[in-house]
């Protein structure tokens, strides 16, 4: 079993839409729960970072923690085109090793 | 600032060549990473780097080297390339054993043939 499980997609979506997406993880032990963007032929960046379960919220973006569950997910409210990134879900225990899930790749369609 | 640099941006590789992928940053960050990126896989990580001298395997790091003798450059070195090494490599940084946010260099495309 992989220690962090996220649905490839592809997902796509009108322009407007509220997105939902989502990792599952089966180690108890991550602390720190992160989401990174990737456009094309570029490198990921970071978007969004939570590190006990709850909500956090930064402009049009959302991101969820239940621990209880070993699940997370990012909501994108009004996307945008320019949202159109490939989303990796990324965790941390102790320790100096990060793990990422495959990625979601969206597409929001003007 | 230039952040974190990669050369070369792409390269072709016979079968059983070898060469070295450049790594380099300018924030004095301690920590650096080597992933590959293959597609509908994610990120692996290969090698990483706690400081200059210190280096560790990550989850795949058969078929490469590393060293670290400054804070600045992480090169990743492959010895008698191979096709299953054709994939996208990311190097990383972050500033210390505490953060979070790991600032990604642009890749490097690499192919082997």
């Known amino acids: 079993q992989k220690e962090v499980e996220q649905d490839p997609g592809p997902l796509s979506v009108p322009e407007g839409a509220i997105v939902s997406l989502n990792c599952t993880y089966s180690n108890s032990a991550f602390q720190y729960f992160m989401w990174y963007r990737q456009y094309s032929r570029k490198g990921p960046e970071l978007l969004m970072y939570?590190?006990?379960?709850g909500n956090k919220e930064d402009g049009r973006f959302t991101a969820q923690v239940d621990k209880s569950s070993k699940y997370i997910s990012l909501f994108i409210r009004d996307s945008q085109p320019s949202d159109s990134a490939t989303y990796l879900c990324a965790m941390r225990r102790t320790g100096n090793q990060f793990y990422f899930g495959t990625g979601t790749s969206l597409t929001v369609i003007p | 600032n230039a952040g974190v640099t990669q050369t070369p941006k792409f390269r072709i590789l016979k079968i059983g060549q070898s060469m070295t992928l450049q790594c380099t940053q300018d924030m004095n960050h301690n920590y650096m990473y080597w992933y590959r990126q293959d597609p509908g896989m994610g990120l692996k990580l290969i090698y990483y780097s706690v400081g200059a001298g210190i280096t560790d395997k990550g989850e795949v790091p058969n078929g490469y080297n590393v060293s670290r003798s400054t804070t600045e450059d992480f090169p990743l070195r492959l010895e008698l390339a191979a096709p299953s090494q054709t994939s996208v490599y990311f190097c990383?940084?972050?500033?210390?054993?505490?953060?979070?946010?790991?600032?990604f260099g642009p890749g490097t495309r690499l192919t082997v043939l």
């Open positions: 939570t590190y006990s379960s």
């Open positions: 990383a940084t972050l500033s210390g054993g505490a953060g979070f946010e790991q600032f």
